[in-house]
Each structure stands twice: as C-alpha cells, then as structure tokens.
C-alpha cells in the first residue's frame, strides 16, 4: 500500500460521460388530472455518471486524471465541463460537437424509491471530424499519460475507428489501454491490454455459458485470442476477479457487506489502472481491485474509494502486514473521523507493552469488546524509560508496536512521546477510554474527553515486571 500512496499517474479517460440528475422529494397523494403520483421537490443534487464515474474514482485514488470526449453545445455540456474542473480534472481535449445534446439522466425518487427517469441525450457515433480531432490532440500529448482507459457505455463516442486508432497509437507508444466494454462485439477493442467485462457481458460476447471454471478459462482464452489482449479478466461479481495470462487463476471477493453495486465496475477498472501504473503485478492488482469493490459496494449509490478508505478495510479483513496497522497522530485523526460518521465505535487504550503476555492479550480482548475499533497509543522508548527506569524498555518502540498491531483484537496502535496519552486521547475523543483496575478511584487522564471510562482488571500473576524477574532468576 505504501508504493500505492506514493504513486501519482496520470491517467487519461476517453469515453461516454454524462450527469446523472436526482430530484428527491415526498409524494402523499395522488394527481387529479391524471392517475399518477405528486411529487413535491425538496432537493436536487448531480454527480458525474458514466465515464465521469470512473473518472470519480481516480480521483478519490490520487491520480491525476485527464479526460477525451464528446459533449454538446448545451448547457448540459457547459454543467459537465464545470463538474470536472471542480475536481481538478484536466478538459482541455474535451470536444464540443453542434447538433450533439450531452448526456443527463434525471430520475425522481421519493420515499427512499425511484419513481421515474428521464433521459436527455444523443446516442449516434459522432462525427468523423470528431475521431479525427480526438486522435490528432490524443498523438501530440500521449508520453504525457501513464495508462489510457476507454469507458465505453455506446453512447455513440467510442467508435470502431476511433478504438483502433487509439489503440494503434498507444501501442506505439507503449502506453496500455484499460477498456471496460459495451455490447456484444468486441472486435473494435482488439489490441487493449486488458478488458473488465462481468460475468453476463463476457458470456453474451463469447457465446459460452460459463457455468465452472473449464467454461470460465474459455472463456477467457477466447476474449485473450480473438482480442489479441496481454491479460485476459472477467469480473464474477461476488466471486471476484478471474484472469488468464499463462494459465487461469481467480481472486476471491473480500466483500462484507453489499448494499449497492451500482459503480462497481467503474471503480474496478480505475483501481486496476492504478495499481498497474504503480507496477504491481496482475495478482497484486486483481486483489487490490477486489478490495476497493469490497469497500464501494458497501456504500449506497454510485461511489468512490480512497485508499485510506482501502487501508483501513483491509485492516478490518486481517488480511494485512502489521505495519498498516501503525499509524501516526496525523493519519488516526482522519480514520477517527470516518468511523465516527459511520457510526463505529471507537475505544481508546494505552500503555508500555514491553514483553507481551498472556495478561496484555486479555485485556485487550476485553477492551476491543466494549466497541468497534480498538486504537491502542504506545508510550516511545524515552517515556517508558521516564516512567519505569533506565533498565526499561527491554524492547524498543517498533517492535512493540509491530507486535501489537498483530494481535486481532488491536485495530490500530499509535506511538506517542509524552509521558501521558493526554493529546492522543483530546484528538482522537473516544467513545470508551480503557484502564486496568488499579485505576480504582483514581484520576485518569483524558476522562473528559470520553464518552465513558471502563475500568479491566489484570490477570493476576502477569506483568512485565515479573517476567524479567523470572529471567533473572529473582
């Protein structure tokens, strides 16, 4: 994850962009002039859809994104063109083309249910001027660009030719093109590095009923052969991800929860463009992809992941080193913020953890019990020796804390310097703060910055203490 933080690639999405519109409102009766329902307008809100989404997610990842397209002379156009600056996204090949109306989806929801959609848009190829524009600006800039994604929803701007030719020309180049694909025919992507079709997209464009994993690796091989493609995937929606480069391998799903899957694709495709610029490998890639699926499809409607977002959920999986799990003041303080808005709880303790011990593991147990997340602030080697002698620590702070940050029970560990966790705790305003027992009745620090103060008694006979008097042979 550190290469991935580090990586700022600059990406270029060409493809069908357009605004999905939602009007949100009430109905409590029905219309006297016709059998329909009333709606009364409380709020309008519109994102990016479409390749717009993809292009969403690359931000929300870090990369810097330009965009190639088709728009009309509209005020839909000039609206989009304004979502996209707002988010820092580089519009200068944007093409406007006369006569051409920009895509925006409005639909009316009320009571939590989409009532009705309307669509305002055009969906001919557009014009041939239009190809050749995009490809002659796409000829001038491409050493600019690190990965090309083709977004293709068949609204009419990615063509057979104007494929082929960015294609051909990123070839040239040795830039890879990323395409996630539209229809049946897949002819006019030949050449692309990769394609991210699903499951039903895949089938309908094969001919084969995939139904194991002998159709599934024909599937692929057939996508592989006839589009000339470097690696051969198919998403599998909860199954995750499935790839054919020298032989056929699948990535589990590490969703939790799904509440909507609408995006997800997007997302996938811009978390496998990411991952590649950052030289991962396929495999690296794939699981990196179902993780950032595993994160939007647990939010409700089109959504996009950071890789905070990513980190922390992979945490929750157990599925990652313990130095994901070591955080600085700096980056607890936004993790806090986001459990806090959805409604986790957080549950603050600390200590010296020199020797680890059976007594430790306990009372963390019973700490992480209390809530959600367990963030555990670790004294550094100079407050340990302040507060227990200059024979002490016997470990020193990164090992303390890559132990700890192993056990299951413990989300997060944060090192600090001071004798007290009491700014830890000011910033981090936990939902429990944990002491051990001996705390009875008296003053602990950061109380006021708690929701409650929950008090756990020490296994009897454990403490560091007596472990090194043991090995001393006192």
Request: hydrophobic fraction near 40%; charge should be negative.
């Amino acid at each position: 994850m550190t290469l991935l933080k580090n990586s700022k690639p600059n990406i270029l999405v060409i493809g069908d962009l357009m605004i999905d519109h939602y009007l949100w409102g009430s109905c409590e009766r029905i219309s006297p002039e016709a059998p329909v329902q009333v709606v009364d307008i409380a709020k309008e809100t519109t994102v990016l859809g479409g390749a717009g989404n993809v292009i969403n997610n690359l931000v929300a990842l870090g990369a810097k994104v330009s965009v190639s397209s088709v728009i009309g002379d509209d005020d839909n156009g000039h609206e989009l063109t304004n979502m996209l600056k707002f988010i820092g996204v580089d519009t200068k090949n944007l093409i406007t083309q006369k006569g051409r109306n920009t895509s925006k989806k409005s639909r009316i929801i009320a009571v939590s249910q989409q009532i009705l959609r309307y669509d305002k848009e055009s969906k001919d190829d557009i014009l041939p001027s239009s190809v050749s524009e995009i490809l002659e600006t796409l000829h001038s800039n491409i050493r600019e660009f690190d990965i090309v994604i083709l977004s293709d929803y068949g609204k009419g701007v990615l063509t057979d030719a104007l494929c082929q030719g960015i294609i051909e020309l990123c070839k040239k180049n040795s830039v890879k093109v990323l395409v996630d694909p539209k229809g049946s025919d897949y002819s006019k992507y030949k050449g692309a590095y990769l394609l991210t079709p699903n499951k039903k997209e895949a089938m309908l464009a094969t001919k084969i009923n995939i139904v194991d994993e002998q159709t599934l690796t024909e599937a692929l091989l057939k996508l592989k052969k006839e589009c000339d493609l470097g690696i051969s995937l198919i998403t599998l929606s909860e199954d995750g991800i499935a790839t054919y480069d020298e032989k056929l391998k699948k990535f589990p799903t590490v969703a939790k929860e799904v509440f909507d899957v609408t995006g997800a694709g997007d997302t996938v495709i811009a978390s496998i463009a990411f991952a590649l610029c950052a030289n991962k490998s396929i495999e690296e890639t794939a699981k990196f992809a179902n993780l950032a699926a595993g994160v939007v499809v647990g939010k409700i409607g089109s959504a996009t992941v950071t890789l905070a977002e990513i980190e922390e959920y992979e945490a929750t999986l157990h599925k990652s080193t313990s130095d994901a799990h070591i955080k600085s003041f700096e980056e607890i303080a936004s993790m806090v913020e986001r459990y806090r808005q959805s409604g986790k709880k957080v549950v603050f303790t600390n200590g010296c953890f020199d020797i680890l011990h059976v007594g430790h593991v306990k009372y963390l147990q019973i700490a992480k019990s209390f809530g959600d997340v367990l963030i555990v602030g670790l004294n550094s080697d100079a407050s340990v020796s302040r507060l227990k002698g200059p024979t002490r620590p016997v470990n020193i702070a990164e090992d303390r804390a890559y132990i700890l940050a192993a056990l299951e029970a413990v989300d997060f560990v944060v090192p600090f310097s001071e004798d007290t966790p009491y700014n830890l705790i000011k910033m981090i305003q936990p939902d429990v703060l944990v002491k051990g027992g001996d705390y009875e009745g008296k003053e602990v620090v950061g109380t006021e910055f708690s929701g409650e103060l929950k008090l756990v008694d020490f296994v009897d006979g454990k403490s560091t203490t007596q472990t090194i008097q043991r090995i001393q042979g006192k």
